[in-house]
C-alpha cells in the first residue's frame, strides 16, 4: 500500500515526506475491517500530532490521520453489520493517511446515500464535538444567539451547521474575508473579522439583548 510513513515527529509541517509503498496491512483481527481509503480529514490535532505537540504520542515511526472515508475491502472474524463493498466513514488513533487502513468496527460507520466521501470523511470528529458543546452542555435553544470563534475551522463549521438547525441566531469570528465567506456560506448571521473589526464591540452593539454563549 500507500502511506504518508513518517519515520517520528517532524519539526513542522513543511518537513511532510511524500507518500511511500509501505509493505500490505495483516488480515483483519475480531472486530476489525479493512478499508480502502477514499478520503480523509485533516483537524487541527494531527497537525499537533505529527511534530509530537498533541497528548497522544506514537513511539517510533508511523503512519498519520485519524478521519477517514472508504470502502470496506475484508471483514474479520465475528464481525457483523458490515460487508466488503460498504461505504463507511470512521477514525483510527492513527494510520488513516493512507489507501488502506484497518478500522475497529465500533468506530465506523455507513455512509448516508447522499453524502460523498469527502463530506463524510470530516464527520468522525469535529460534529460530535460541537454537538457536545452546543447540546448537551449548553442546551441551545431556539432564537438564542450563538458565538463561534474560529468560525472557518473544522469544529467551528460544525458549530455554525448545528447552531443554526437548533434555531439560534449565529455570529462568527474569523481572521479573513475568505473566512467569513466561507462561515457566511455554511449559515452564520454575522461574521465579524477579529483582526479588522472590534468584534467584542460589535457583538455587543447588534446582539446586546441577545444571549451570547461562547464556544472555546
Ligand atoms: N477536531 C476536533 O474534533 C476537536 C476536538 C476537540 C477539540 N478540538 C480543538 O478545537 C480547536 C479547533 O480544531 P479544528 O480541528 O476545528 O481546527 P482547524 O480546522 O485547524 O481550525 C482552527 C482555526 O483556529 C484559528 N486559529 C487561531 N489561531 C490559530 C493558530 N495559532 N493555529 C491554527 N489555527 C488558529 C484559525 O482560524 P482563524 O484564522 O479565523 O483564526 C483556524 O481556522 C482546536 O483547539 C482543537 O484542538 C478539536
Redesign the pocket.
Known amino acids: 500500500m500507500r502511506a504518508l510513513h513518517l519515520p517520528g515527529f517532524i519539526p513542522s509541517l513543511d518537513a511532510l515526506p511524500t507518500p511511500s509503498t509501505r509493505p500490505p496491512l495483516p488480515a483483519p483481527k475480531k472486530g476489525q475491517v479493512l478499508v480502502e481509503v477514499k478520503a480523509v480529514g485533516a ?3 494531527d497537525i499537533l500530532l505529527v511534530q509530537g505537540k498533541y497528548q497522544y504520542k506514537p513511539k517510533g515511526d508511523f503512519i498519520p490521520g485519524t478521519e477517514f472515508a472508504g470502502i470496506v475491502r475484508q471483514v474479520g472474524p465475528g464481525v457483523t453489520g458490515f460487508a466488503a463493498g460498504d461505504r463507511v466513514f470512521g477514525a483510527v488513533q492513527v494510520g488513516a493517511y493512507a489507501t488502506h487502513v484497518l478500522a475497529d468496527t465500533h468506530s465506523l460507520f455507513k455512509i448516508p446515500g447522499a453524502l460523498s466521501f469527502e463530506e463524510a470523511s470530516g464527520i468522525f ?2 460534529y460530535p ?1 460541537s454537538y457536545a458543546a452546543l447540546v448537551l452542555r449548553a442546551n441551545v435553544q431556539p432564537g438564542e444567539t450563538v458565538l463561534v470563534h ?1 468560525g ?5 463549521l460544525a458549530a455554525i451547521q448545528i447552531a443554526k438547525l437548533l434555531g439560534a441566531t449565529v455570529i462568527g469570528t ?3 474575508p475568505e ?1 467569513l465567506a466561507i462561515m457566511r456560506a455554511q449559515g452564520a448571521d454575522h461574521v465579524l473579522d477579529y483582526k479588522a473589526d472590534d468584534w467584542v464591540a460589535r457583538v455587543r452593539e447588534n446582539h446586546a439583548q441577545a444571549r451570547c454563549r461562547r464556544r472555546h
Open positions: 483537524n487541527f490535532f470528529i469535529t464535538t474560529a472557518a475551522g473544522g469544529v467551528g474569523a481572521s479573513s473566512k
